[in-house]
């Protein structure tokens, strides 16, 4: 089946039961997405469907019917997304595991809502966890994102 | 606002197969006046045990909106974790949309999330069940302005198309199903309608 990752279409012979995170990560070699729970739970996995986050270890790749963006083709060096650059000046990540999933989150987030309460970040971003506890930095960064993506 | 709900409506439309059957025809029920306000009132009981399951309640919060995790596979009732909220647009569109998770194939995978080809989503505001009484559902159900302005064949009709809510008897995992089967909560709502919609005092 045809599958369109980061703007290059791939190919994958795969049973359409799949979870999309085992095609990115053992089929295309896309491992930015991160194994975390398996079942949704705590958000490692996510990526974008057409720009909406999705937990990838939960939808089978059968399912998929648009284009999907992971951590690696949020941004590039060159040219971070503001997400991405927040998450540096704020220096968000520790271990950095569940760091991916956390970005990915947050851009689809400031997507819908450009101009989000401390409440409405807690809400959008409760489901990825982090067991470092970057949570506070989190927080900021999601608030620096906005206001970038804002033109502030 | 517009932009990402339909964002997360497109992204709710992703999923192919369909697990869960699609659309059930309504059988046209028995005349009005056929059906004794006492054997109304028993297809309503029926009907009650199917709208106090938690398959149905858990999703029914009214004023709330935190869905529920209630019912014998969640052991202690509380709200659904991970502080979701479902905002106004009663599918997550303000915050983090239900089909994040809830996407694609009803999964039978211990603890992971269920899902529709539909939106997954709490109920209209008004259609208030969880911990409500079999009297006040009722009335509830009968009154034009709580239940989306529709008589009873239309309330059929509305379980005959609309795939979440058939779900509750195919919810998959170990969750437990609502009581009966879809065909017979059709039949006692017929039955109940056809009854003039008694409830109990």
Redesign the interface.
């Known amino acids: 089946m045809k599958l369109t990752v980061n703007g290059a279409e791939h190919s994958v012979d795969v049973e359409p039961?799949m979870p999309l995170l085992w095609v990115l990560r053992d089929e295309l070699g896309i491992t930015g997405p991160k194994y975390g729970c398996?079942?949704?739970?705590c958000g490692a996995c996510?990526v974008h469907?057409?720009?909406?986050?999705?937990?990838s270890c939960?939808?089978?790749v059968?399912?998929?019917?648009?284009e999907v963006t992971t951590i690696e083709g949020l941004g590039t060096p060159e040219s971070l997304h503001a997400v991405q650059a927040a998450w540096i000046e704020h220096q968000v990540a520790q271990c950095g595991y569940c760091q991916s999933g956390q970005i990915m989150?947050a851009a689809?987030?400031l997507?819908?809502?450009s101009e989000?309460t401390d409440e409405?970040i807690?809400?959008?971003?409760?489901?990825n966890l982090c067991r470092c506890g970057t949570y506070p930095r989190i927080r900021a960064a999601v608030k620096t994102a906005a206001a970038k993506l804002n033109g502030a | 606002m517009k932009r990402f709900l339909s964002k997360a409506l497109l992204a709710v439309g992703l999923c192919l197969p369909l697990p869960v059957s699609a659309e059930v025809a309504v059988p046209a029920g028995p005349a009005i006046g056929t059906v004794s306000r006492e054997q109304g009132l028993e297809a309503w009981e029926r009907m009650f045990a199917v709208v106090s399951h938690p398959r149905c309640a858990n999703c029914h919060v009214g004023p709330s909106d935190r869905p529920m995790w209630s019912g014998e596979s969640y052991g202690r009732t509380r709200p659904h974790g991970m502080n979701i909220r479902a905002g106004d647009s009663r599918i997550g569109a303000e915050t983090l949309p239900c089909a994040t998770c809830h996407l694609g194939e009803n999964s039978n995978v211990p603890h992971s999330p269920p899902a529709v080809p539909d939106d997954w989503r709490l109920a209209p505001v008004e259609a208030h069940w969880f911990g409500q009484s079999a009297q006040t559902i009722c009335n509830q159900l009968r009154d034009p302005e709580l239940n989306g302005d529709r008589d009873y064949t239309e309330i059929a009709e509305h379980l005959g198309h609309d795939v979440i809510l058939h779900w509750a008897w195919e919810p998959g995992g170990n969750r437990e199903p609502a009581p009966g089967t879809l065909a017979a909560h059709i039949e006692d709502i017929l039955h109940w309608g056809a009854a003039g919609m008694p409830c109990p005092e």
């Open positions: 039961e398996g079942i949704a739970q996510t469907i057409d720009g909406m986050a999705v937990r939960s939808v089978e059968g399912a998929v019917d648009g989150a689809s987030f997507e819908m809502n989000p409405d807690d809400a959008a971003m409760s489901a």
